[in-house]
């Protein structure tokens, strides 16, 4: 049984980029995120949240 999200999940610690951040430049709660994870996404949403892991890694 594989978790809902664990590549993203994976991903933002491999980036070393905390969900605080990452609720930041979504613009919602911290808690928000993590729940957010609980489900699997949509692939959109999916790649739009990479994207913004991408942009925090690279500052």
């Known amino acids: 049984m594989t978790q809902a999200n664990q590549e993203l999940k994976n991903y933002a610690r491999s980036k070393k980029v905390p969900y605080w951040r990452i609720a930041d430049a979504y613009d919602v709660c911290e808690n928000t995120i993590a729940r ?22 690279e500052q």
């Open 36 to 57: 957010m994870f609980r489900k699997e996404l949509p692939q959109e949403e999916k790649e739009k949240i990479m994207k913004i892991i991408d942009e925090i890694a």
